[in-house]
């Protein structure tokens, strides 16, 4: 059985998203329907139906930054009750039975599916994401949303959260830690405040000082702005224990390397198309590593999401009704936003 629920779809590559129908299936045992209240826009989204990461089939519903309210559970759910508020990020299911997902790193299961344009393992079935009025998704895949936090404003850490969580917990971040932040775009001011919360001393490394002053509210310290001096960061050489890069521009990965203190680690969140070149010596002294992270597993997130509700970190949000959905991927490409859009969908 199905049910029939609104959602905004991607119907062609670079066409507008248009409001129509979409069947949600019935619950499996493991299932919990949830009925989305919030539903972020993240970049990923518009990259994936502008086919700018190859092709994809359509219609599809974008959104893999989902929040609501649990309405049905399923015969077997034992961990998420009817009224509940839950979230869904980036993956709805994985294989369950492999290296990686026994450790709890789903996200880096070869068999993963993701939250929309993925296929359903059991049945084949397109999956479609959270700019709808409802999702199905199996408990084992749901996230517990901390009540203390704004819902809305919480949306975006099922994907911009874990993003930034997750390497600076990888690379050993604490109180004390010196992180360097590279562009406080969407990803990067959710980075500086969950570093600054886990006691770094934050640096924001960006062109201007256009958000200094948004940047010391999340919790920098100190704000490097390059086009006013292109000579910054050689003052700063030696000092990162680990740099954060949330951009997908071109940069000189030599001249970061060297502002590494020894054991150092500059993490790409980032993609940028061009090839990245690296000296060796900047590598092999001081034993510094260059290197890349995506999102992170179920039990991360939710550890995620838990230290978020202990030191009240959200992200800084527009909120839009869904009709406005159009108009905002465009903003967001023209980097019109601070920091991220987030549907309310009970104007779907």
């Not at 997750?166 to 010196?178: A, C, D, F, N, Q």
Request: charged share 25%; proline share 4%; aromatic share 6%.
């Amino acid at each position: 059985m199905t049910t029939n629920v609104a959602a905004y779809q991607a119907v062609a590559s670079g066409a507008p998203l248009e409001k129509g129908t979409i069947e949600r299936r019935d619950l499996r045992p493991d299932d919990i329907r949830i009925e989305i209240e919030f539903a972020g826009i993240c970049h990923s989204d518009i990259h994936t139906v502008r086919e700018e990461w190859g092709p994809i089939n359509f219609p599809m519903v974008p959104g893999h930054e989902i929040i609501g309210r649990v309405t049905e559970v399923g015969s077997e759910v034992t961990e998420f009750s009817v009224g509940e508020r839950a979230g869904v990020g980036c993956l709805v299911d994985s294989c369950r039975e492999c290296e990686w997902c026994l450790k709890g790193e789903e996200n880096n299961c070869p068999k993963a599916v993701g939250t929309y344009n993925g296929k359903d393992r059991f049945d084949g079935r397109p999956t479609d994401g959270g700019y709808s009025t409802e999702i199905i998704v199996s408990e084992a895949f749901a996230l517990h949303i901390p009540e203390n936090l704004d819902p809305a404003a919480t949306t975006p850490l099922l994907c911009a959260g874990i993003t930034t969580y997750s390497p600076l917990r990888t690379w050993g971040v604490t109180e004390g830690s010196k992180v360097a932040v590279v562009g406080m775009g969407g990803l990067g001011h959710v980075a500086v405040k969950l570093a600054a919360a886990m006691g770094a001393e934050v640096t924001v490394i960006s062109q201007t000082r256009s958000k200094e002053e948004d940047g010391r509210r999340f919790g920098a310290t100190n704000w490097i702005a390059r086009k006013e001096d292109p000579e910054a960061l050689k003052e700063h050489k030696g000092e990162f224990d680990v740099i954060i890069n949330t951009v997908s521009a071109h940069i000189d990965v030599q001249e970061f390397m060297a502002t590494l203190r020894p054991h150092g680690a500059m993490v790409l969140l980032g993609l940028p198309t061009e090839t990245l070149e690296v000296k060796a010596p900047l590598l092999v002294s001081g034993r510094k590593s260059l290197t890349g992270s995506n999102i992170g597993g179920i039990r991360e997130t939710q550890e995620m999401l838990d230290f978020c509700g202990e030191h009240g970190v959200t992200a800084e949000i527009e909120l839009i009704n869904a009709e406005d959905v159009n108009d905002a991927y465009d903003r967001v490409v023209d980097s019109d936003v601070r920091y991220r859009f987030v549907i309310d969908a009970k104007t779907i």
